[in-house]
C-alpha cells in the first residue's frame, strides 16, 4: 500500500507544480525609496544582460586616450554622483567589496539569484517609473514582494556643516630716512620714507643737516569665518565651495562660407576652499567620512596664444574619519603665505600675510520619519 502512494505523489507532485507554472503572469512592482535597477543588479540581471568587464582600476587611465596621446581634461558633470567621487579622488564603493562569492575585485558576477523564490526569472527595471517587471507565479511574486520590503527601505540623510575658519597673521617691517639740509644757495631734503607708527626713531642734527631715522615692525592676529551647509544620502557624495571664479577668454576661430571669424569663449578657474565629503551612517550612530580638503589660490598670469590665463596652486589633504553624530572634527595644516615688498632709495616696507586653514565639519544624522 505504502508503495502504491508512493507513486501516486510521485506522479502528481509534477503535475501539480506544472499547473502552478501554467499560472505564470507578469507584474509591475512600485519602488518608493531604492532604485530599480540597483534592485534588478542585486538579482543578477545586469551582469546577466551584459558581458562582464575587468576591474575599474584596470580600466582607469587617467588622461590618456584611445590613440595614446594625452586627450584635454574633460568638465565633469557634478550633477552624477559617480563622477563627483571619481572627480575628488574619494575610493570607488565597487573596489572595496568582499563578499563570501569569491570575488574579490568587484561585487558577485551574477548578482543573488538565489534570493528568488521559487523558479521566479530575474526582474526587468522600469527606470522611466521606478519600477520592477517580475514575472512568476502569483505565490511567488507575494513572496518577492516580502523580499523586496528588505530593500525598498527609505534612505538616512545626513548634514554636513562645514565652519571655514581662516586665521590671519600679519607681520609689517619698515625702515626709512629723511633729511633736510642746505647745500650751498640750496635747500632741499626728502620726506615719506619714515613709517609715521616708527617704534625705533633716531636724528641727527646740525647747522646745516636734519637727519631722522625710524623702524617700525609689526604683528596683528584676526580670523575670518565662513560656514555652509550640505545634505546628501547616506554613502552619497557632496561638495561645498567657497569662493570665487577667476574669469578669463580663450579665442575660437571658424570659418564659415570663406569668412574667417574669431569669437572669444569666456572661462573660469575656482579659487578659494572646495570641500568634498562622503558619509556613511553606522550603528552605533557615528558617521565614517571621507574628507578631502583643497585649497586654491590664484599666483599670477601665462600668457598664451590667445590672451593670459591665470595660474594657481592647490594645497590638499584628505581623510577617513569616524565622528560621533552631531560632534565636530576639526581638519588643519593648510597654510598659505604672501608677501609684499615696497622699496626706494632710502626706505623700504615688507609685509608679511600668513595664514593657516581650518575646517571644522560636523555631520548630523536625520533620521526617515516617514513610514511605508
Known amino acids: 500500500m505504502a508503495i502504491i502512494v508512493g507513486i501516486v505523489l510521485g506522479i ?7 499547473e502552478q507554472r501554467d499560472n505564470v ?16 543588479r542585486a538579482f543578477g540581471l ?75 526569472k530575474p526582474p526587468i527595471p522600469i527606470p522611466g517609473h521606478n519600477a520592477l517587471l517580475v514575472t512568476g507565479t502569483p505565490a511567488e511574486i507575494d513572496a518577492f514582494r516580502e523580499i523586496l520590503r528588505l530593500f525598498d527601505v527609505p534612505p ?39 613709517p609715521p607708527d616708527a617704534n625705533i626713531a633716531l636724528r ?20 575670518e569665518r565662513v560656514g555652509a551647509e550640505v545634505m546628501t544620502l547616506n554613502g552619497q557624495p557632496g561638495l561645498i565651495r567657497v569662493g570665487q571664479s577667476v574669469p578669463y577668454f580663450l579665442p575660437q576661430t571658424a570659418v564659415t562660407y570663406g569668412a574667417v571669424t574669431t569669437n572669444y569663449i569666456p572661462f ?49 589633504t584628505s581623510a577617513l574619519i569616524r565622528v560621533p553624530d552631531g560632534q565636530s572634527v576639526c581638519i588643519a595644516g593648510l597654510p ?5 615688498t615696497t622699496t626706494s632709495p632710502l626706505g623700504t616696507r615688507q609685509i608679511i600675510d600668513d595664514s593657516e586653514l581650518l575646517v571644522f565639519v560636523t555631520p548630523t544624522i536625520l533620521r526617515p520619519t516617514t513610514k511605508r
Open 12 to 18: 502528481c507532485a509534477p503535475l501539480q507544480a506544472a
Open 25 to 40: 503572469r507578469h507584474e509591475r512592482i512600485y519602488l518608493l525609496h531604492a532604485d530599480a535597477r540597483d534592485v534588478a
Open 46 to 120: 545586469a551582469a546577466r544582460a551584459r558581458p562582464q568587464r575587468p576591474p575599474v582600476a584596470a580600466r582607469r587611465r587617467p588622461g590618456i586616450g584611445p590613440s595614446g596621446l594625452v586627450r584635454p581634461e574633460a568638465k565633469p558633470d557634478l550633477s552624477r554622483p559617480s563622477q563627483l567621487v571619481a572627480w575628488a579622488g574619494f575610493p570607488d564603493p565597487r573596489e572595496q567589496y568582499n563578499g563570501p562569492t569569491g570575488a574579490p575585485d568587484g561585487p558577485p558576477p551574477f548578482g543573488w539569484p538565489d534570493l528568488l523564490p521559487g523558479e521566479m
Open 156 to 194: 538616512t540623510q545626513v548634514r554636513i556643516r562645514a565652519d571655514i575658519v581662516n586665521v590671519l597673521t600679519r607681520i609689517e617691517k619698515a625702515l626709512g630716512l629723511d633729511f633736510t639740509g642746505t647745500f650751498g644757495p640750496m635747500r632741499g631734503g626728502t620726506s615719506g620714507n619714515v
Open 204 to 223: 641727527f642734527a646740525r647747522a646745516d643737516l636734519a637727519a631722522v631715522f625710524g623702524a617700525m615692525q609689526r604683528e596683528t592676529r584676526g580670523s
Open 268 to 316: 573660469s578657474a575656482f579659487v578659494g576652499v572646495e570641500l568634498y565629503v562622503t558619509p556613511r551612517v553606522n550603528a552605533d550612530d557615528t558617521v565614517s567620512m571621507w574628507i578631502r580638503v583643497s585649497l586654491i589660490d590664484e599666483t599670477g598670469t601665462v600668457l598664451g596664444p590667445g590672451g593670459a590665463v591665470p595660474t594657481t596652486k592647490q594645497t590638499l
Open 336 to 340: 598659505r603665505r604672501q608677501n609684499s
